[in-house]
Nanobody
Framework: QVQLVESGGGLVQAGGSLRLSCAAS????????MGWFRQAPGKEREFVAT????????YYADSVKGRFTISRDNAKNTVYLQMNSLNIEDTAVYYC?????????????????WGQGTQVTVSS
């Protein structure tokens, strides 16, 4: 059974940093694209970042570009999201996702596996 388990969320002050982790189990995703999405209360789930199987290609939403960094460690079957300069608008539940493909995309509907989410709350 495939599982994606996020961790690292929490409460942080504006301007602070958090590092999210997503550990995969049940199969290896070393040849698959993976991504992060988020959903704020009352809003639709939105794309945050995605990374190719090798880590050589990444793509970010404009709202996080320059502040967030996605990375992966295929030996650990884990993907990370380093979030710096957090602001109140970054408050959301953050979800890890994986594709049955090596191609990176930003559309949530094209991801096949999802974690349960981790809450990130940024206070002023």
């Amino acid at each position: 059974q495939v599982q994606l388990v996020e961790s690292g969320g929490g409460l942080v002050q504006a301007g602070g940093s958090l590092r999210l982790s997503c550990a995969a189990s049940g199969r290896t995703f070393s040849t698959n694209a993976m991504g992060w999405f988020r959903q704020a209360p009352g809003k639709e789930r939105e794309f945050v970042a995605t990374i190719s199987w090798s880590g050589g290609r990444t793509y970010y939403a404009d709202s996080v570009k320059g502040r967030f960094t996605i990375s992966r460690d295929n030996a650990k079957n884990t993907v990370y999201l380093q979030m710096n300069s957090l602001n109140i608008e970054d408050t959301a539940v953050y979800y890890c996702a994986a594709r049955d493909s090596h191609l990176i995309v930003g559309a949530a509907a094209r991801y096949d596996y999802w974690g349960q989410g981790t809450q990130v709350t940024v206070s002023s």
